[in-house]
């Protein structure tokens, strides 16, 4: 279906072709929607013609050559830098004010790049002394965290590549269905999303990490020893059902490319990609009674897509018993839409109107919008402008968002 997205982006805008193979290009499109055998799930009423409100993209700086992937937040004081990530391998940090960039890190030698693959997610400890990268490993694809030290006597400046340690590795075989993200939580944990190996069964089994938001703590527990990382004990499949892998936090994932924590509440929100109908966003609050921030939740694919049956609708979730936790939004691909980016719940000052509505786009026709929720009650609207060939969303430390897109730009969202 790669030849389907490429029609898409080329209606969007003829005269611009930014990559061969962008980075969410094969994630959409693997088999028809079978028969339905349920009926969709319910989910809060949403509304879609909330009051009018229109941004405007502001480019920041263009990194020429690069395929920009995610961005980051500097570290806790540093009010101006962000650090963003290409798909190749190679960090840069950012002065949105001097509208400059200066590299920092290069990891091309460990990644494997292109497709769905490369550089996906990084993130700081609380602290600002550790910096971690997720990303696909040269030569076999494997997902891998990796960390690297930050220099205490000059902050923002990255220690070498010798300093890397790596924390996680699991296989991936599959060339695409990657996830993505990697973030610090407001716990101090590493919550990491991973997609389901182009295999929807994945998602709703407990003995592979595929399809899942992994929770773990990155420290090294034995310095030289063979351990890497910790599982925390009060992940939810630490102990039960026999033989489940303590790591997984949430389950029932496609290809969960871009989650991210309200700063303000520490509710989870993330964008999981559809297969052949839907696009999702699936949201779990804090103060959840039964899945806070998303622990044990079960999303619902391969059972569903969105709000409609999946390929294996007629089987029950897992584990036995349990039930699904509906998408907050679900939208369909009548208006262009096939690969959703997942962004930040806006908390900044310069667009008051914004604040607590949750910034979105879709990789193939990059228009942003916006939900807000109110009570029962999920509203949705375009914010009026397009980006071209978006792949993430970036959040500064005054709680300014930003577009990246594949084609090297970072654009500040403005009123």
Known sequence: MLSRLTRLRHRMLVAIVILSLALLAACVRVKPKPPATTPPTT????TTAPPPLSVKLTAIVNVPGSEITMAVRSTAGDTTTLYIGTQGGQIYAVDPIAQTFVGVLDISSLVQSGGERGLLGMTFSLDGTKFYVH???LGTGATTVDEFAVSASVPGVFGAVASRRQV?????SAGNHNGGSLLTGPDGMLYLSLGDNASGANAQSLT????KILRINPDDPDTSGPLTYTVPNDNPFVTTPA??????WSMGLRNPFRMSFDRATGDLWLGDVGQ????????VAAS?????SGKSANFGWDRREGLVPGPNAGSPPNPAGGTLVDPIFDIDHSAGDCAIIGGYVYRGSAIPALVGEYLYTDNCNGRIRALKRTGATVTNRDLGVIAIGPASFGEDNNGELYVLSLSGGIFRIEP
Do not use: C, Q, W
């Not at 989910?43 to 949403?46: D, G, Q, R, S």
């Not at 996680?168 to 991936?172: E, I, Y």
């Not at 052949?276 to 949201?283: K, L, N, Q």
């Open 168 to 172: 996680l590795t699991n296989p991936h």
């Open 135 to 137: 990303y696909s490993a």
């Open 243 to 248: 033989g489940s892998n303590g790591e997984i």
């Open 276 to 283: 052949s109908t839907r696009e999702e966003v699936d949201f």
């Open 43 to 46: 989910t809060p009423p949403t």
């Open 208 to 211: 592979t990490l595929h399809g």
């Open 288 to 292: 959840d009674a039964t899945h806070p």
